[in-house]
């Protein structure tokens, strides 16, 4: 298990297949302060691109963002975001 902070929070990224629905390819669990990722996108492509996504997600829950979006607002902010920003970021 691998962890990152973001916002002055520290979340756990989980390899965990169990906790993803049919076709997603990672999630904020802001319950559990922690991002999965399909366990097959380690050292993939997408792999970053979806990270990513899922720290947009906990940013805007953090910052309390989350809560004034609608899910449809908050997806698409997400989706603007990492396709945005994705070129200029390197995880390590
Ligand atoms: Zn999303």
Redesign the pocket.
């Known amino acids: 298990m691998k962890h990152i902070t973001i916002l002055g929070q520290k979340l756990r990224i989980c390899y965990d297949d169990s906790a993803l629905k049919k076709d997603e390819l990672g999630m904020f669990d802001s319950t559990g302060m922690t991002i999965h990722i399909l366990e097959c996108l380690k050292g993939h492509p997408l792999h970053d691109s979806v990270l990513l996504?899922?720290l947009v997600?906990a940013a805007l829950h953090i910052s309390g963002n989350a809560h004034l979006l609608g899910d449809g607002v908050?997806?698409s902010l997400?989706?603007s975001l990492e396709y945005a920003l994705r070129p200029f970021i390197k995880f390590k």
């Open positions: 996504h899922e997600h908050e997806e997400c989706m």
